[in-house]
């Protein structure tokens, strides 16, 4: 399969009757949001128009104390959404759909390569719009087809010593996509699918500004009592970087007891981004893309056992990833392709329900190297658990997440010690329409640091009012 590229937003969809919601919020560190939205319509027409807008003053993205030439200050950012989304029937079986986004984001952020009092600002503004639409065709079958175009402006603004520095660039994407799916026999369902990408950038110190891709794909899978299968096949043409096809192929098998096996096996295949081969970072006085960059290609392997039953699921799966001309960033955050680089490791997966409580966890084992050096791959973490408790009551819950991750190496031979991280969280229905919730995040406020010389998320308290009408 095919992954990296151009991200779809699907907003939630407008329904039969009227409903509405709203809920504001305010935090320490001043944060405060705000968001709303309001649907309805009939059987034959349908609409959900959703609004938002959050600020912060956040703190200093970077630790002046292991990066003294970062600015101490505080990053905060400012955004505001809105999303349109309108469903018609236009006659039985057939639905015409349409999708309107917009999203404005200003933020602060620190940068490592600078003095104590510069300044970084970035702003992004993004937009677009799509149609959609469903077909029933036959008993079993149906046409699925959506067709969009999106812009994303980006504006980054760093004030120095010497000066204030702008750079900026739009990228436009365009999509036109048909999916066929059916069933033609029992048990059996199968679906075939085109789709074209196309993207564009007016950036002018990009060496190349347009790139597009067509796909075919086509997917089988049968379910029955005995377990399932799934076959998948897609075969991706780029403009700059050939082509490539890949597919996936896995099973279930319903040993009895509660006990199935899985396990699969898939490729990939990653091209590069516009970003990754050609940003323009100069003005702030670094490199932060490659221009010689190659795709990411892959095979993975999972096998794995699971019990469960209506209340209870554990799952242990045992992993096997082989990269060539994997994609990751250097010590100096330059993405550069590593010849070969593989990932083995295992994951224990983990719900259960028990009365009022619902508990939920996980465990990875894993051992990312580059196969040349035998090194750890940079910033990957060997061991990474969560788990997750929850007593829910009829007007109320509350629960709390713990969440740990191991060490891992970074710049400078630097190795990054574990942490661990508790966060609680609360909701009281007061009221049939209204809601109190609060969260508490890194409750011990302990310092830890994601990668190094960046800081993590402080310890924070976040509450919130909500309200609902109808559904």
């Not at 300044?119 to 149609?131: F, K, M, P, R, S």
Request: hydrophobic share 35%; net charge neutral; glycine share 10%.
């Amino acid at each position: 399969t095919a992954t990296g590229g151009v991200i779809h937003v699907f907003p939630r969809r407008g329904t039969e009757g009227t409903s509405a919601q709203a809920r504001v919020g305010l935090a320490s560190r001043a944060p405060r949001w705000a968001n709303a939205s309001i649907a309805g319509g009939s059987e034959t027409l349908r609409g959900r128009l959703t609004l938002g807008a959050e600020r912060s003053d956040g703190y200093s993205a970077i630790d002046p104390t292991s990066r003294p030439l970062a600015n101490p200050d505080d990053d905060g950012n400012h955004r505001r959404n809105a999303a349109l989304a309108v469903d018609a029937t236009v006659a039985k079986g057939h639905t015409l759909g349409l999708d309107l986004r917009v999203l404005s984001d200003r933020v602060d952020y620190d940068s490592e390569f600078a003095a104590p009092a510069d300044v970084h600002h970035g702003y992004v503004l993004q937009h677009g719009a799509a149609l959609r639409g469903r077909h029933e065709l036959s008993a079993g079958w149906s046409l699925d087809w959506r067709a969009g175009e999106a812009e994303e402006r980006r504006r980054n603004t760093a004030v120095t010593a010497m000066g204030e520095s702008i750079t900026s660039n739009v990228v436009h994407s365009r999509i036109a996509a048909v999916d066929l799916n059916g069933s033609p026999v029992a048990d059996w369902a199968v679906q075939f699918g085109a789709e074209r990408v196309s993207q564009s950038t007016d950036g002018t110190s990009y060496t190349q500004t347009r790139r597009s891709t067509n796909v075919l794909r086509a997917g089988l899978s049968h379910d029955a009592a005995w377990g399932s299968l799934q076959a998948n096949v897609r075969h991706d043409d780029t403009s700059d970087f050939g082509s490539a096809t890949t597919g996936l192929l896995g099973g279930l098998w319903r040993i009895g007891g509660g006990f199935s096996a899985i396990a699969n096996v898939s490729t990939s295949f990653t091209p590069p981004t516009f970003d990754f081969l050609y940003y323009d970072c100069l003005p702030f006085g670094f490199v932060c893309s490659n221009p010689n960059l190659v795709p990411e290609r892959a095979r993975n392997r999972e096998i794995g056992l699971q019990w469960g039953d209506d209340d209870t699921l554990v799952r242990l799966t045992a992993f096997a990833a082989r990269y060539r001309d994997k994609i990751a960033n250097d010590a100096n955050f330059i993405p550069q392709n590593l010849a070969r680089a593989r990932n083995d490791g295992a994951e224990l997966t983990g719900r259960a329900r028990l009365g009022a409580w619902r508990l939920s966890g996980e465990a990875v084992l894993h051992d990312p190297v580059d196969e040349a050096t035998g090194a750890r791959l940079l910033r990957r973490a060997g061991k990474q658990m969560s788990l997750r408790a929850d007593y829910i009551a009829p007007t109320w819950s509350i629960g709390g997440t713990l969440r740990h991750v191991g060490e891992r190496p970074d710049v400078g031979n630097v190795v990054l010690p574990s942490y661990t991280l508790l966060d609680l969280g609360a909701r009281w229905r007061f009221a049939p329409q209204w809601e109190l919730q609060a969260t508490l995040d890194n409750v011990f406020d302990r310092a830890y640091q994601p990668t190094a010389g960046y800081n993590g998320r402080q310890r924070g308290l976040f509450v919130s009012v909500g309200w609902h009408m109808g559904r």
